[in-house]
């Protein structure tokens, strides 16, 4: 018997968002794994810390911070095979997944190489997303309105379109993209409503108005837009 | 000294997908509310059931199915009164919200009413969108793509340029809807690949290719459509 590969989600930084299930797999976990910066540093890992027990195997899967796809997908190469030896041996592997393991996550890199092999569950998570409209105090959606989660770096006149086009809008990993997303957003009107968050739920949480945010923003940041009358006041 | 209101997420359905706050402060309450059909038959409180308190009161929101928006809105009306009857006694309220409560609840509707005179938190909860995407075992963004969430009522016409504008899309809410949907979908050459999830982490959890989901589908239930190249696979 091979074990189950198990993505979980942990949310986005505080751990009491984590879900019972999440906690009542980590606190039983025999091997987890998790993705780290070269020097070993790792959110997921942080955000799960007090629930994997002292007795658990930790794979720690070393992900250089490069421009370069190859050294990356190299990583998540090796990463996938030391997890699949964890598997062959019969354990079951959780990959710690900061969010949720299927939105913008790094864990599909680690999927796509496993789940055709083995066994899988995915345990999903409270994202950034909502977890901004809660600290913001905004409703994201009502109704039948469209919502569009748009990544930071996505190239400006695509923005421009891709907003248009929807009704509430999250735009994510915010980081040094921001001057150009704020002058963006001023030349479409819709900068002086829009809401500035940073590190969701961590103690260093900011939430301002989009207009005095810093620049550069951390790369955990967000920004949050509804268009036209706020969609829940009727 | 006034009460807090709270909205509470609760995630999908599965109760093991609440997070530890949610749990955490549900087994603490003096006070929930939840809206329920006329008939009382609540699924936020099925999702709660086994940590609210014996001793907690309940306040039940009756929430008539009705097309027209007056009577649904009267029963807002009547629930802020009787949270905010609460409050003044110095009571937390704990509204509990399927999902997440800023996230097409119907949790906006009471925020709305009392968030200019009470203190409010929001705790964030699992949406549907990522549940689906974990049973469906379908990673639903990589990198750069853009997520639209696109509500099932919406005309079609509409609908066509949402899904034509956004790279991964989730459809919502399709119920009896489905008809009309899948064959949009088929039309835009988007329904083969397409994933319907019903009921999403539920006993009566159904994960089928779209062209053999039933006709009505039930209110909960989605579609999950990636476009092109499958976006994790590289």
Chains 1, 2 share one sequence.
Not at 165 to 182: E, P, S
């Amino acid at each position: 018997m091979t074990g189950k590969l198990i993505g979980v989600g942990l949310g986005p930084g505080d751990p009491e968002l984590m879900t019972l299930k999440a906690h009542r797999l980590i606190t039983g976990a025999a091997v987890v794994a998790y993705p780290a910066l070269e020097n070993g540093e790792s959110f997921a890992r942080a955000i799960a810390a007090a629930a994997i027990p002292a007795t658990a195997t930790e794979l720690i899967i070393r992900i250089p911070m490069t421009v370069a796809r190859a050294p990356a997908q190299a990583a998540y190469d090796r990463g996938a095979a030391d997890i699949a030896a964890q598997l062959e041996a019969g354990r079951d592997v959780l990959v710690l997944c900061e969010g949720d393991p299927f939105f913008y996550g790094s864990f599909m890199y680690l999927f796509s190489r496993l789940a055709d092999s083995y066994e899988t569950e995915i345990i999903p998570g409270v994202t950034s997303v909502t977890s901004c409209a809660a600290v913001a105090k905004r409703p994201l959606t009502a109704r039948n309105e469209v919502l569009s989660i748009i990544p930071g770096p996505l190239e400006s006149d695509d923005m421009r379109a891709k907003i248009e086009a929807a009704g509430a809008v999250a735009i994510m990993k915010v980081g040094r993209h921001i001057g150009r997303i704020r002058a963006l957003l001023s030349d479409m009107g819709l900068a002086e409503s829009a809401t500035y968050v940073a590190r969701v739920s961590l103690p260093a949480q900011q939430v301002l108005p989009l207009e005095r945010a810093p620049d550069p923003a951390p790369y955990f940041s967000m920004i949050l837009i509804t268009k036209g009358q706020d969609p829940w006041l009727s």
